[in-house]
């Protein structure tokens, strides 16, 4: 079974989306956003993208 992507409305009432492997873990989750479209748009670049995305390993806490 393949991850998915789970959207929801947080307390704050902004829309997010966490993404879970088959086994259930939550591996992102989305920063907030207004709208519902804005959600699925950030999902949408995800899917596009991650597949490019190069592996750095850093030390310490840099990003």
């Known amino acids: ?35 519902k479209d804005d959600c699925l748009k950030s999902i949408e670049s995800l899917r596009k993208l991650a597949p490019y995305a190069q592996v750095l390993e850093v030390s310490g806490a840099q990003g």
């Open 1 to 35: 079974m393949a991850g998915k992507f789970e959207l929801y409305v947080d307390e704050s009432g902004n829309h997010r989306f966490r993404l879970k492997a088959s086994n259930g873990t939550v591996v992102i989750t989305g920063a907030p956003q207004e709208s």
